[in-house]
């Protein structure tokens, strides 16, 4: 017997006994094994079995994470392991010794990845690179068979604490990116709360991946007294009874206690984010090559938006506002310090800004696909989206507005919803942009007014057209309007049903009053009809019509519409018919040119009027 495998096998013979046969009872709360190729050789198998006998329990594994990688430069293997932040070092090499017995046992021995959990440890191998990766799959959740009193009170106090939490865990050290709470929840009753990352991550990575788990609680744990979400490079998990050690997590750092910050913090924490992201003119000017039309990717009411590339590579979007834009410096400062705030993957990232005399420059990520617009208004480029990319593209600007109002540092209603708002990246990944009007509410303001009335035609509701009220439930109706775009591929104001031309809600509630949807769905959809297909666009056609009811309190919120999206089993409410109002005889309203930014859209939206006259009270 080779030496190795004979040091391996005697390994797990003296690992067994000396926990008396338990091991093999013990299996991991869950685990995923990779693919296993047909060709492969044993010589990954050899560096696998040789890396987890010899690991060595340097001083990170005082700090619950351990992450180590074979010498040998052929077949090579990484592994990372991580223990939850209040455990004790001696519980914690116990739980990864275990892990590593387990996971050849469970995961064929050709499997070049795989990964397995228990309640206090997890233990991770791949033959590629996953050190300071930030990895969201595979992931696994679990929740509490029991609901919570006062659901809504409960999530409220649920995001808030979570929101915490991962501030407070995404600011920590390279050794331990770990944050426990509680707080005071409904009913009398304490709420406990943990978020961790991998320390090998960075701040921002970390902050990332919190902030997508927390947007996940409604889709695993909605409204339920305790749930986790748990994914590969960060955790968390809340409970109404206490589940961690605050004792062992005092030894190291103090332990993290309501009440939560201030908002007046709040405020002062993100003017400093904000500074920290202002980048020097000459840069930018440089990576556009000094705004070269030849770099220019877009043209709106806003100004101009080019590609660029920095020094280290990275493609950019730069947007350069005009000097004689609708969007002052008040607006240009509202959206550098929202933007500052925010951190999704469905929404695009803020890179830096610069504000320079007369020049005002907002630098994003460059996404290559352009905005929705581009694509599903086009009637050969829509037919490269199919229902199910559709789909995932209408579950990302979901779950971007789900952030947007409960889950981020702040509630914002973005007040300009629309498809050439919406970029998509290399891989079709929905990402709001554009937050030049959007608003911040309290944390529990439901609604507000406005003298000032802007937004687009077709996406704005009956009540802010009105009265200058808005609410989330503004940005509901625009999310319907804008995902029966999806679903048709033509303009909401422009819809062809024959040789009539009428709005698509009209449409839309016509074609499912009558339990039909080949009326108001794209034709290129329908040569891949399917059951499940046709089934899922009478649902979405369905959820669409809720959004436009004329009632705001009628209208779901983003966290039901997420739920009924990615749940076919849940029942949709009955709608009512939506209500539109004739726009062109509404009396005191002037109409002028969209001052829409556009951003990265080569063709705008014919039927873009924005609405800036007040209304009388």
């Known amino acids: 017997m080779?030496?190795?495998?004979?040091?391996?096998?005697?390994?797990?013979?003296?690992?067994?006994?000396?926990?008396?046969?338990?091991?093999?009872?013990?299996?991991?709360?869950?685990?995923?094994?990779?693919?296993?190729?047909?060709?492969?050789?044993?010589?990954f198998r050899s560096n696998l079995r040789s890396l987890l006998l010899n690991m060595s329990y340097n001083t990170q594994i005082d700090y619950g994470f351990y992450n180590f990688s074979s010498s040998n430069n052929f077949d090579k293997v990484y592994v990372i392991g991580l223990c939850r932040g209040d455990i004790s070092g001696q519980d914690c090499r116990s739980c990864i010794q275990d892990s590593r017995v387990i996971i050849l046992q469970v995961c064929s021995p050709n499997a070049r990845e795989a990964i397995g959990w228990y309640d206090i440890c997890f233990l991770r191998y791949s033959n590629r690179l996953i050190f300071g990766v930030m990895e969201t799959s595979p992931s696994y959740n679990s929740s509490d068979s029991s609901d919570a009193l006062e659901k809504d009170e409960f999530k409220n106090v649920?995001?808030?604490?979570?929101?915490?939490?991962?501030?407070?865990?995404?600011?920590?050290?390279?050794?331990?990116?770990?944050?426990?709470?509680?707080?005071?929840?409904?009913?009398?009753?304490?709420?406990?709360?943990?978020?961790?990352?991998?320390?090998?991550?960075?701040?921002?990575?970390?902050?990332?991946?919190?902030?997508?788990?927390?947007?996940?609680?409604?889709?695993?744990c909605d409204g339920k007294r305790g749930g986790q979400v748990v994914p590969p490079s960060c955790y968390i998990r809340f409970r109404l009874d206490s589940f961690f050690d605050a004792s062992a997590y005092n030894?190291?750092?103090?332990?993290?206690?309501?009440?939560?910050?201030?908002?007046?913090?709040?405020?002062?924490?993100?003017?400093?984010?904000?500074?920290?992201?202002?980048?020097?003119?000459?840069?930018?000017?440089?990576?556009?090559?000094?705004?070269?039309?030849?770099?220019?990717?877009?043209?709106?009411?806003?100004?101009?938006?080019?590609?660029?590339?920095?020094?280290?590579?990275?493609?950019?979007?730069?947007?350069?506002?005009?000097?004689?834009?609708?969007?002052?410096?008040?607006?240009?400062?509202?959206?550098?310090?929202?933007?500052?705030?925010?951190?999704?993957?469905?929404?695009?990232?803020?890179?830096?800004?610069?504000?320079?005399?007369?020049?005002?420059?907002?630098?994003?990520?460059?996404?290559?696909?352009?905005?929705?617009?581009?694509?599903?208004?086009?009637?050969?480029?829509?037919?490269?989206?199919?229902?199910?990319?559709?789909?995932?593209?209408?579950e990302g600007i979901s779950r971007g507005l789900l952030y947007l109002h409960q889950d981020s540092r702040v509630q914002i209603i973005h007040r300009d919803l629309k498809p050439n708002n919406i970029l998509l990246d290399e891989d079709m990944n929905a990402k709001i942009s554009d937050f030049g009007m959007a608003r911040l509410f309290a944390v529990d303001q439901t609604q507000s007014n406005t003298s000032t009335i802007g937004g687009t035609y077709g996406y704005m509701v009956p009540e802010y057209a009105k009265h200058g009220i808005f609410s989330t439930k503004s940005d509901v109706f625009s999310f319907g309007v804008l995902v029966l775009e999806i679903v048709s591929g033509q303009k909401n104001g422009e819809f062809h049903n024959g040789e009539n031309i009428e709005h698509i809600g009209t449409a839309a509630w016509k074609s499912w009053s009558k339990g039909m949807y080949s009326n108001i769905a794209d034709p290129t959809l329908l040569?891949?009809?399917?059951?499940?297909?046709?089934?899922?666009?009478?649902?979405?056609?369905?959820?669409?019509?809720?959004?436009?009811?004329?009632?705001?309190?009628h209208r779901p919120s983003m966290a039901s519409i997420v739920t009924l999206l990615s749940s076919s089993s849940c029942t949709i409410p009955i709608p009512s018919e939506p209500f539109f109002y004739n726009w062109t005889s509404m009396p005191s309203i002037k109409i002028i040119p969209s001052s829409s930014s556009g951003d990265q859209s080569v063709e705008e939206s014919r039927n873009e009027l924005t609405f800036t006259e007040q209304f009388p009270r």
């Open 2 to 43: 080779p030496r190795v495998s004979f040091l391996f096998f005697l390994f797990c013979l003296i690992t067994l006994i000396s926990h008396h046969g338990t091991i093999a009872q013990q299996d991991f709360l869950k685990y995923v094994c990779g693919e296993s190729p047909a060709n492969s050789n044993s010589s």
């Open 158 to 220: 649920l995001m808030q604490m979570m929101s915490y939490l991962r501030e407070r865990a995404a600011s920590r050290d390279s050794f331990r990116k770990f944050a426990v709470a509680n707080v005071s929840g409904p009913g009398n009753q304490t709420m406990y709360g943990l978020a961790q990352c991998t320390p090998d991550l960075s701040n921002k990575d970390c902050d990332i991946c919190l902030s997508g788990e927390i947007s996940d609680i409604s889709k695993c």
């Open 251 to 394: 030894n190291t750092q103090p332990f993290v206690q309501s009440p939560l910050p201030h908002p007046a913090s709040k405020q002062a924490e993100a003017n400093d984010a904000a500074d920290s992201l202002q980048m020097d003119f000459e840069t930018i000017r440089m990576a556009t090559n000094d705004f070269a039309d030849a770099n220019k990717l877009g043209q709106g009411g806003f100004g101009a938006v080019y590609l660029g590339r920095l020094y280290d590579g990275q493609e950019i979007a730069v947007k350069r506002l005009s000097r004689n834009s609708g969007q002052g410096d008040v607006e240009f400062k509202n959206e550098v310090l929202l933007m500052a705030r925010l951190q999704h993957r469905n929404l695009v990232k803020l890179v830096g800004f610069c504000l320079k005399k007369e020049e005002r420059l907002l630098v994003y990520e460059f996404l290559p696909n352009k905005s929705l617009d581009y694509f599903i208004f086009d009637p050969i480029k829509r037919a490269c989206l199919n229902w199910q990319k559709r789909v995932k593209i209408i």
């Open 527 to 553: 040569i891949e009809e399917e059951g499940s297909s046709r089934s899922e666009m009478m649902r979405c056609i369905q959820i669409c019509l809720l959004c436009l009811q004329e009632n705001a309190a």
